[in-house]
């Protein structure tokens, strides 16, 4: 997603956590667990996944991400959900998190002759 959709996203989910609070935190969980396979496949551990009945998205979508980069998203969904415990301003939280989503990398195949 480009920048203009995360910004729109992080804006729906700012206006609904001032409704309700655990609906933003239940969305939040559910991209730690799947950022958390990401991670779990990536590493070869694809028997200790959450969402089995995605294996083959999740395989693919490891493709596009470095192993550093799925890290530091876990920990940025963890620092997210932490913050909006601690009644920080939900618009700049979100904004935050929207920023940090690493990209997907495509590969690009050259050849050569």
């Given at each position: ?10 804006a729906e989910l700012a ?99």
């Amino acid at each position: 997603a480009d920048y203009e959709e995360r910004f729109t996203y992080a804006a729906e989910l700012a206006a609904q956590f001032s409704q309700r609070r655990g609906s933003v935190q239940e969305v939040l969980d559910l991209w730690l667990d799947w950022w958390r396979d990401l991670l779990l496949v990536k590493i070869g551990c694809n028997e200790a996944i959450t969402n089995v009945d995605f294996e083959a998205t999740l395989i693919d979508s490891t493709r596009g991400y470095k192993l550093a980069q799925i890290k530091a998203f876990i920990n940025s969904i963890q620092a997210a959900g932490e913050q909006l415990r601690q009644n920080a301003n939900p618009q700049l939280v979100l904004e935050v998190l929207m920023l940090s989503m690493p990209g997907r990398e495509e590969s690009i195949s050259v050849k050569y002759g």
